[in-house]
């Protein structure tokens, strides 16, 4: 049976160190079943879990009391929402996918234009999160040929520029924030702001998904 601390270090490896320490609460060692969940708020009562994975840890209490809270909070934005998320990516058919740098830091990734264009884009995103917040298209036709997309966990003035410098034509982003619009009309700049909870509830199924495989002993419930 695996063991607390296994999880916990394949989530540190996977998501990195941060200032949220992976293994949150100690609890039980052996871990038959395990549950996810963005927050304490999410889970039932009675829990039914030998261990919790929590993406924000911090109103836990003694909930599932005598189970282990494992939590990633920066490093789960990042690479399983609308940041440097490699997996979604490769889930959307992205290709010449490559880190998006501003500043000498990776902010997200940008990748060629999919061949179905922006109508493309928005299909791959309804089939994906089941919807999205807001989608501003493109003023130029996005195709292969002509421009990039980039996916970001940040939108401000500065990175739609930057993103503009850089090829991009759409941004996908979490949450759209008011304050770049008038930025994105002025460039032209497409963007696709799939909303916050619908990318974080992604990245739990994605979490899922991965944890099964690398653990088929474990059996994982998500709390969404």
């Known amino acids: 049976m695996t063991r607390l601390g296994v999880l916990a270090a394949w989530i540190q490896r996977r998501l990195g160190p941060e200032e949220v320490p992976v293994l949150y609460r100690t609890g039980r060692e052996q871990i038959a079943t395990l549950g996810l969940a963005l927050e304490a708020a999410d889970v039932p009562s009675g829990c039914g879990v030998d261990a919790l994975f929590l993406h924000r840890p911090f109103d836990v209490g003694s909930l599932c009391e005598g189970a282990g809270v494992l939590a990633s909070h920066a490093g789960f934005d990042r690479y399983l929402t609308t940041g440097e998320n490699w997996s979604l990516a490769s889930h959307l058919g992205w290709t010449d996918v490559q880190p998006f740098v501003v500043g000498g830091r990776i902010l997200g990734l940008r990748a060629a234009a999919p061949s179905e264009g922006w109508d493309g884009l928005l299909a791959s ?21 002509a421009g990039s997309v980039a996916l970001v966990n940040a939108m401000r003035p500065a990175l739609l520029s930057a993103a ?12 759209f924030r008011g304050g770049a ?17 619908r990318s974080e509830r992604w990245g739990l199924q994605q979490l899922a998904r991965e944890l099964s ?11 969404a």
């Open 164 to 175: 503009h410098d850089r090829g991009v034509r759409v941004y996908v982003t979490g949450q």
């Open 125 to 145: 995103a309804l089939e994906s999160f089941g919807g999205w917040d807001e989608a501003l298209p493109p003023t130029s036709v996005l195709h292969e040929r």
């Open 181 to 197: 619009r008038q930025r994105a009309e002025a460039l032209g700049m497409g963007i696709l702001a799939l909303g916050h909870k």
């Open 213 to 223: 495989a690398e653990f088929p002993d474990v059996h994982i419930r998500v709390f």
